[in-house]
């Protein structure tokens, strides 16, 4: 962040240093991705991720092709171009990370299980 103005800065992909430099410096990177369902819904997931992982990513040869590389102030993101559904995130400020991940996985592990209040004499119904 420069003045307190975001900058959205493209990176060359095949500017694998720069990136690596990047990714290394990162205090932590996010991996989200949604896959469709038959029914029309989607399953959305997301982990903790490691630069090798990233740099794997992009050693495929589709995702090399059609990788779209940003720095958005203090976040790097990659995926692919047009929307993708698979995104890495890799953050430069403690905060923030910790900010974004507990949301994130909060809500992952909220949603694994919820309990249904019983009504009357029926059992509790878990999802």
Not at 14 to 32: D, E, Y
Not at 33 to 47: M, R
Request: hydrophobic share 40%; with cysteine.
């Amino acid at each position: 962040m420069i003045n307190n103005k975001i900058v959205n800065q493209k990176i060359r992909k095949n500017a694998t240093v720069k990136i690596t430099s990047l990714l290394n410096k990162a205090v932590g990177i996010i991996f989200s991705s949604k896959a469709a369902q038959v029914d029309g819904s989607y399953e959305n997931g997301c982990e903790v991720a490691t630069p090798e992982m990233v740099l794997d990513w992009l050693a495929d040869g589709y995702n090399y092709s059609n990788a779209d590389i940003r720095l958005y102030g203090d976040v790097l993101t990659v995926d692919l171009k047009y929307g993708s559904s698979e995104k890495f995130e890799a953050y430069f400020k403690q905060e923030e990370f910790d900010v974004i991940s507990n949301k994130l996985f909060n809500k992952a592990h909220e949603s694994e299980a919820v309990a249904l209040i019983p009504v009357g004499n029926a059992r509790p119904i878990l999802n």
